[in-house]
């Protein structure tokens, strides 16, 4: 659901069943790279070592977190916190969004040591799904996942999205180009199909607002 006014001032983005999504802030350090630090085993499997980081680079990497840099180069980075306390237990993004023609993206998460199996990814990454569709007008989101990540794809499979195959070598792990399978979905697919983005082409929208003004011309 969209936050309130007040939420929106606190930089709360989109609120699950279960969790909020908002900006990073400057007071969040300290948690952000306790955070990173207790789950860098956790997380090693399915993320590079860039993003994993270690305790010198944490800071660079919470840099990123903070605006305006965490909406730069076509990229939204937001964390992920329980409703129930505002904790905060992991990370979603949305990176290569494009624009017209294409409006796609693909989306990241990573869920904080000690939070899986509680639902709440799920409920984050729903979120997010409902804030680009709705929020940024995007027609495409793909999630690209390693094969053996049985909770993630049992995840995206869950929330309706559809395997397109595998993308080979795509990222390098733990010293290995790693296959992911690549799981999309379509607006027109979400939440029963109601969002159709061919509408929002910028031909039909200059007729839209012909139609609106009365086509005045001569």
């Known amino acids: 659901m ?10 709360v983005v989109r609120l699950g069943e279960r969790t909020l999504l908002r ?4 007071a969040d350090g300290t948690e952000f790279m306790a955070m ?3 789950s860098r085993e956790h997380l ?4 590079p070592r860039t993003a994993r980081g270690s305790e010198p680079t944490f800071g660079k990497r919470f840099a990123r977190m903070l605006q ?4 730069s180069h076509g990229r939204l980075r937001l964390l992920v916190c329980a409703r129930d306390d505002e904790r905060m237990v992991g990370v979603a993004s949305l990176g290569g969004i494009s624009e017209w023609p294409s409006l796609d993206c693909h989306i990241g998460y ?6 899986p199996g ?14 680009a569709f709705e929020e940024r007008g995007l027609h495409r989101i793909a999630a690209n996942i390693i094969p053996h990540n049985n909770r993630s794809i049992a995840l995206v499979r869950a929330l309706g999205f559809t395997r397109e195959g595998v993308l080979r070598g795509l990222i390098e792990i ?3 180009w790693r296959d992911h399978e690549c799981w999309s979905v379509l607006s027109t697919e979400w939440r029963g199909g109601a969002l159709d983005r061919s509408l929002d082409a910028p031909a039909k929208r200059r007729t839209s607002a012909s139609v609106r003004t009365g086509n005045r011309r001569g």
């Open 36 to 38: 990173l630090s207790r």
């Open 68 to 71: 305006p840099a965490c909406e």
């Open 44 to 47: 090693a499997p399915w993320m």
């Open 118 to 131: 509680k639902g709440l990814m799920r409920d984050a990454v729903a979120a997010v799904v409902d804030h």
């Open 110 to 115: 990573w869920l904080a040591a000690g939070e």
């Open 23 to 26: 900006y990073a802030r400057e």
């Open 174 to 176: 733990d010293g290995a």
């Open 2 to 11: 969209k936050p309130s006014a007040r939420e929106r001032a606190n930089g």
